[in-house]
């Protein structure tokens, strides 16, 4: 698929929805999520869920076809709106459903290790910026309601 102006433009509607459904949720979650992210948990879990149902259900040959401005709409949109993890997900799945485990293993600990990597990196070097004063947005930075 080659990029055009529309899918570019529900792109950015779908990721406005989507990014508005994940502040709400995290509002509403906000209680429960003292200990765990819950909020970002729950967001991850319904976000891999929706990007794999709506895929598989309106692929070519699926039950509810439909053309790929309303999968990018979605899929890209909404679901990356929502959270990315559900294209993580989404593609550890495609790549067990292939019959190709040992490539998914790779693909989760590779993203594991490298994000968490990453943003211990970004960590030092901001505390390196500051002075050694490192300080860092609150771990439940997406369900902060203030």
Known sequence: MSPTLANTIMVAIGGAIG???RYLIGLWMAPYSQNLPWATILINIAGSFAITFFGALTVANGRAPLPDLWRVFFMVG???????FSSFSLQTFELLNMNMPIRALINVGVSVVLCVSASALGYYAASAINS????VAQMQEEEDVS
């Not at 909404?78 to 990315?84: L, M, N, R, V």
């Not at 050694?132 to 300080?135: D, E, I, L, P, S």
């Open 78 to 84: 909404i679901c990356g709106g929502f959270t990315t």
């Open 132 to 135: 050694g004063v490192a300080q």
């Open 19 to 21: 990014s508005v459904g």
